[in-house]
């Protein structure tokens, strides 16, 4: 069964930390992505990554950092947390068929206070 | 402008009727796909059915159908006989190239069904 996990599915921080949002799968996929999820804007994505130490910026980069060392593991990088970076936080991976169903993690909701 | 437009924030179906979850798209690309997700309240995000442009035919996937409508540009989902558990918020999205093999998925900003006993 495929698998896309979350290091965490809260997370609770203070304005200015370094947050660490990390994500792995087991499907042995080329792309992976970073997205955040705010009530009536849908999802947006944030980076992602089409092979490792390759990353692109998304539709709202400003704020993020991303890191793909592995192939499996791609991690979201908050270099100092502000309050509207309070948000659902969805990581999804997709192999390179012309398919690409995107699986996607069980999220973590971020609240920075 | 926006790529994808769900305007049903809310929809509300009796359990075991049919409902249809209204889905309108943007591009110039000939080459896109079309993809529902479903989200219960636990938050992960569950595929459910994908239409390609050049697919002849409307995709179905057990009760769940893709009214696909190219010429005006919708993707509509329809659930048949709703249950319980079909409670959960939709997303319609679109797949766009990106880079390399990665391909972007668009999304609206979601359909929230409830299910009535």
């Known amino acids: 069964d495929v698998k896309v996990t979350q290091s965490s599915r809260y997370l609770v921080k203070r304005t200015g930390e370094k947050v660490f949002l990390e994500c792995v799968q087991d499907m042995d996929h080329e792309n992976m992505f970073w997205y955040r999820q705010d009530p009536g804007l849908g999802l947006r994505l944030i980076y992602f990554s089409y092979d490792v130490k390759m990353k692109e910026k998304g539709d709202i980069p400003e704020g993020y950092s991303v890191s793909r060392e592995k192939k499996e593991r791609f991690s979201l990088i908050l270099e100092s947390a502000s309050t509207n970076q309070t948000s659902m936080y969805l990581c999804a991976s997709a192999s390179g068929s012309s398919y690409n169903e995107q699986f996607f993690g069980p999220g973590t909701r971020l609240t920075v206070l | 402008a926006q790529k994808i437009t769900q305007t049903q924030p809310g929809m509300f179906v009796q359990e075991k009727e049919a409902v249809t979850l209204d889905c309108t798209y943007d591009t110039s690309d000939p080459s896109y796909g079309l993809f529902w997700y479903k989200q219960p309240s636990s938050g992960e995000m569950i595929f459910l059915i994908y239409?390609?442009?050049?697919?002849?035919q409307n995709a179905t996937e057990g009760r769940y159908s893709l009214n696909f409508q190219k010429a005006r540009k919708s993707a509509n989902l329809v659930i048949s006989a709703s249950q319980l558990g079909d409670s959960a918020m939709y997303f319609c999205a679109m797949r766009e190239p990106l880079r390399g093999s990665a391909r972007q998925l668009t999304f609206g900003s979601g359909t929230q069904l409830t299910v009535l006993p």
């Open positions: 239409q390609g442009s050049y697919d002849q």
